[in-house]
């Protein structure tokens, strides 16, 4: 009982860090690279596409208990302390509300910029 009471907790931080990230990547006081990486982990774990599917064993998960993990750690190293605590409070608060489609069509137009780039750029090439 206690693993699970600690997976949940777990959970909870890494939703939080998620929409933290995701305010981090506009907010004026975060410097240009850690904005980046912020915005680039908040899409990529806010995002329905996996680097790795889920459906491939052992693998499939690589990503959910790995990448993204370890992309949070990064990008919250990256942003100043103060400004980081701020963003945590601000997306608790934010979590605990109902939320719109604003994110998911931020997320779909990142998705769609990515493929049109690598069209464009595929497209070069051959």
Partial sequence: MQLISKAKI????LKRDIVALWLAARDPRVPW???AVAGAVAAYALSPVDL???FIP?????????IVPLGILLATRL???????????????????PSGRAGLIFILAVWLACI?????ALRKLV
């Fill in 116 to 120: 049109i780039f690598l069209a464009l």
């Fill in 33 to 35: 690279p850690a904005k």
């Fill in 58 to 66: 052992v693998l499939g998960y690589l990503d959910d208990l790995l």
């Fill in 10 to 13: 777990w959970a909870k931080s």
């Fill in 79 to 97: 942003i100043p302390a103060e400004v980081m605590s701020e963003l945590r409070a601000e997306a608790a608060r934010r979590i605990e509300r």
């Fill in 52 to 54: 790795i599917p889920d």
